[in-house]
Every structure is written in C-alpha cells, then in structure tokens.
C-alpha cells in the first residue's frame, strides 16, 4: 500500500509563496510517477504535476506552468512543489500521489491526506 504524507500549505497573500512538501512510506519514489492535483471547494479535481520515473520529465498544468516547480530529495524520500506568484485560483488542498497518463488525461491513486493552501489579499 502506497503511503504519502504531505505538509506545508498554509494561508498566504497574493503573489507570494509556498512550498509543499510529500514523503512517502514503505516504497521509493523511483519506483513510480509521482505528482500533485488539487481540489478547491465545489469543483473537480485538477492534475498540477506528474513526474516521469523513466526519464524525470515533468508535466506542469498550463494554469501553474512558470509558477511551481517540483524537486526531489532521494535521501529524505520526498519531492516538494515549490509554489511562487500565488494567485486566489491557487486556493485548494493539495495532494501527492502516483500519476498515470491515460486516453482521458493524467489520473492521480493512493493520495495522501492533503494540505490546506489559501491564497488571500
């Protein structure tokens, strides 16, 4: 059973900045394509991130490409998403779980508790 655990998200102004963190228990990152989605309140989930574990490519969503950038730490097995230029459509909990491209688009299983990010003026 794959297990996440992810943290720092908290309550920031516009344009500022935030970094999440996502360690996983009981297996490696290597070993699958790791990302993050998101969820705000009354709406769908939406995929941010998927990292490759063949080649380490990363897809970003149009809506936070030049803003987040996703790093690893292998010792600490954890990958962050550092968040910059924080804007009030950035509001969700956000969560870290293995990835997959399917015919309909990037899909997310065994995510994590989440973490809380608001973004306010």
């Known amino acids: 059973q794959l297990q996440f655990v992810e943290s720092g998200g908290g309550l920031v102004q516009i344009g500022g900045s935030l970094r999440l963190s996502c360690t996983a228990f009981?297996?490696?990152?290597?070993?699958?394509?790791i990302g993050w989605f998101r969820q705000a309140p009354g709406k769908g989930r939406e995929g941010v991130t998927c990292t490759s574990r063949s080649d380490g490519s990363t897809y970003y969503a149009d809506s936070v490409k030049g803003r987040f950038t996703v790093a690893r730490d292998n010792a600490k097995n954890t990958e962050y998403l550092q968040m910059n230029n924080l804007k009030p459509e950035d509001t969700a909990v956000y969560y870290c779980?293995?990835?997959?491209?399917?015919?309909?688009?990037?899909?997310?299983?065994?995510w994590g508790q989440g973490t809380q990010v608001i973004v306010s003026s």
């Open positions: 009981g297996f490696s990152l290597d070993y699958y394509d």
């Open positions: 779980a293995a990835c997959r491209l399917d015919v309909y688009g990037y899909e997310y299983d065994h």
